[in-house]
């Protein structure tokens, strides 16, 4: 068995719950493999669901969450090589997790976190690599998990031009503070948690006052973002969301009408969610500052920065 590094009786019997659950997690994957993916386009939600229930019996949360969401995966042209990409991810974390012993601190803090091993937030306090800085929040973004919301604020540091991710959690009766707006500064120490990316971190100390954001958080245009992004996934293949501010960027359509941010060299990255209307008007076809949340589909716009008008969340 992996060491958990959990200690005591409690420990040690949910490693061996998380254990079998993963090994019934690989069977599975491998059946669905063998069995053809075509099978998968009407396949109700049961099929991964079912996955789901029995990970979520064995004490692997974060990994029953994942595989829930291969249901939502879009049946769209190219979609069986997407579902087989995150077949392999999930496969990948399995061997990953059945070889803990032998990797680096920093990926098996990653993985066991993907799989849903909690770190008590006193632990972050007291032991979490601590970074001073004058944090921009990039923007935030609200979502429907079971029956919590949960919320995700994006920050760059100005000084170390670091990323970090606040994530926050309520329950269905409790109402959630205000979201710092897209652009405020936020000075503070925060303490991250351990992975071989490290991006969620805490509030550790406040240094001053939140502050209105001068502009934009630092960012680039479309190839040095991809460079960063690509150095992240590196570290941690299992990188599902990442944080992305483009500079002078404008709003265009292809053949088929799908919408993409263009920079001045004229890459492009295509945007995803509902329609921005907010953001169309906001633009007016002049180039702008956009960030958003890079996922495998695209980029989810959070807020754009106009010359003028400021910073608009959307």
Known sequence: MSDLGTGGGTGERRGRRVDDGLA???????????????????????????????????????????????????????????????????????RAHRRADALPPGLRGTVRARIGFPVARDDVLRGGERVRDRWRVVGARDTAQDVLTARRVWLRGERTGRPALLLSFTGPHDAPEPAPPAGALLQAELAFYPGALPLRALVAERLGPDEPGPGPPPGGGVREFLDEHADAVARDPWLDRYPATLTGVRLARDAAGGLFAVDEAGDALPLRGPAPWTLLAVAGGERVALAGEWTPRGLRPLAVWHETEGAVPL
């Open 24 to 94: 019934e997690l690989d069977r599975w994957l491998r059946d669905q493999v063998a069995h053809g993916l075509a099978r998968a386009e009407r396949a109700p939600y049961r099929l991964w669901d079912d996955a789901a229930r029995r990970l979520v019996d064995a004490q692997a949360g974060a990994l029953a969450g994942q595989v829930r969401a291969l249901a939502g995966v879009p049946r769209e042209p190219g979609w069986p090589g997407r579902l087989l990409a995150e077949y392999a991810l999930l496969r990948l974390l399995v």
